[in-house]
């Protein structure tokens, strides 16, 4: 039988690198995404059933370019990953027009230029898309005007998605991360945010990286079937969170 074929964006590391394994381990075969090639070309070499398909999603030719290049390679595309994008925090006083725009194209024009040039592959498999937000879309917070913002964008383009692609018999779902110690997270948050996370997190700790893999392969899988328009926090309780419970705990 031929192995499914998931297409994972920003698959160099971190969450993406993790979900590859998970899939990988459950029978699919990945094509692995990233713009940084060097770690994309380290990460896949040991890795048996992966294509390794570098390049930049927020680029509308390279988003076409390699969607062709893994339905010419793989035979097609059974599920689309949008999980790569980069974080920025910082006041929106010094949130110049360019970090904006950087985060907005890595963040949300990726997710929207890789899921238009996939769909008629995701159409012709009656395939799924799972479209990686944050907390920081469910809820706002300081310095993340721009992250936070871009993040809410992927929870609505999901919904969009979803409703759209319904009736081709595409599913279209959203995993919100909480934190996870990945190298985007490590270069934004100091170590009183780490402290600060723990407080706020009923779990009382940060995810794994394949703890959110766990979250996206489900949800791309079959046993998802009658899923679709879903966010699904794997957030350790985050979003549950009231006021006060620091204190309330002690
Ligand atoms: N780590 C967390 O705490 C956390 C929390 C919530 C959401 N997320 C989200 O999870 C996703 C994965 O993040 P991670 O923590 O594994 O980060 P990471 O930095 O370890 O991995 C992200 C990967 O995406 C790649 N990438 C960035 N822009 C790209 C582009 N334009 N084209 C192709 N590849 C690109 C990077 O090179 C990198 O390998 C991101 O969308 C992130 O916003 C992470």
Not at 131 to 140: E, M, V
Not at 147 to 156: D, F, L, M, P, R
Request: hydrophobic share 45%; charged share 20%; proline share 5%.
């Amino acid at each position: 039988m031929t192995r499914p074929v998931a297409f994972i964006t920003g698959a160099a590391r971190g969450i993406g690198l993790a979900t590859t394994k998970l899939f990988l381990d459950e029978g699919w075969q990945v094509a692995m995404n990233d713009i940084d090639t060097d770690e994309l070309k380290t990460a896949s070499a040991p890795l048996e059933n992966v294509l390794a398909v570098p390049g930049d999603v927020s680029d509308p030719d390279e988003a076409a370019r390699m969607t062709d290049m893994v339905t010419a390679t793989l035979g097609g595309i059974n599920a689309l990953v949008n999980n790569a994008g980069v974080a920025d925090f910082g006041p929106m006083e010094e949130t110049t027009f360019a970090r904006w725009k950087r985060v907005m194209a890595n963040n949300l024009d990726g997710p929207f230029l890789m899921t238009q040039a996939a769909t008629p592959a995701l159409k012709a498999s009656k395939g799924a898309i799972v479209n990686i937000a944050s907390i920081s879309g469910l809820r706002a917070s300081t310095l993340r005007i721009a992250y936070g913002t871009s993040k809410a964008a992927v929870i609505q383009l999901t919904l969009q998605q979803a409703v759209e692609l319904g009736e081709f018999g595409v599913r279209a779902n959203c995993v919100a991360p909480g934190p996870v110690r990945t190298k985007l997270a490590m270069a934004v948050h100091s170590p009183e945010i780490i402290a600060a996370y723990h407080d706020a997190l009923p779990l009382n700790r940060y995810g794994s990286e394949s703890e959110i893999a766990e979250a996206i392969v489900f949800l791309c899988s079959n046993r998802a079937s009658f899923i679709t328009g879903q966010v699904l926090a794997a957030d350790g309780g985050f979003e549950a969170t009231g006021i006060g419970l620091p204190a309330l705990r002690k």
